[in-house]
């Protein structure tokens, strides 16, 4: 099989990011994705944060990211808001934090390293660039089930305490990153719900 190589997005990837986002994200609306626009809004005010996961030919992963400062990040915001509405019209040249919008693998290629590849390149261009970490909003997807038994607060605990696993939260903090608090009313991503876990990762620790 074909070594997962990652790549800097170009054009030609497009439609079948398109197509991957509506594979990776079935309880957005469509209005949510990211549409050929978005991705070409990326690649102007960011090339270098924007990256595709292949293995051979075949798109397997996205990540897109861009800069921010942390006045920005730190205080509660909606997805929609931070990201621009899709535009990434929030990035700042001299951000000197890395903002984590999207990152996403095809549900076929799951469990085969994409993530970590992925999140090790994210982890690459905030040492070349000399950035203080990543800020990400996480989704909690495992949330739901304990909605009738517990606050989101009382389960972001009980998954940093590693008592409860959240299939996105948790690997995230394999990967070193901190819960620095909940977004409420971050995305509303249909079933999943609509709160998020403001998560860090800071160059210097790891």
């Keep these: 099989m074909s070594t997962i190589t990652i790549i800097t997005l170009n054009h030609d990837h497009i439609p079948a990011l398109m197509e991957h986002q509506r594979l990776c994200f ?32 075949t798109v397997v992963g996205e990540s897109s990211t861009f800069r921010i400062s942390g006045s920005r990040v730190f205080i509660h915001h909606t997805f929609s808001e931070i990201i621009g509405f899709g535009y990434f019209s929030e990035h700042d040249a001299q951000g000197e934090w890395l903002y984590g919008a999207d990152m996403s693998v095809h549900p076929n290629y799951r469990r085969m390293g994409v993530a970590r590849a992925l999140y090790d390149a994210r982890k690459e261009l905030i040492r070349r660039l000399e950035l203080r970490g990543m800020v990400a909003g996480g989704m909690l997807p495992g949330y739901p089930r304990y909605r009738d038994q517990m606050s989101v607060e009382a389960y972001v605990a009980e998954v940093v305490a590693g008592r409860l696993s959240d299939p996105t939260l948790t690997p995230q903090l394999r990967n070193g990153f901190r819960v620095h608090g909940v977004l409420h009313d971050h995305l509303h991503a249909g079933e999943l719900g609509t709160d998020a876990a403001l998560i860090v990762w800071e160059a210097g620790e790891c």
């Design 26 to 57: 079935p309880t957005l609306a469509p209005e949510d994705l990211f549409g050929a626009d978005h991705f070409a809004a990326h690649m102007q005010v960011f090339p270098e944060g924007q990256q595709v996961a292949l293995l051979g030919a």
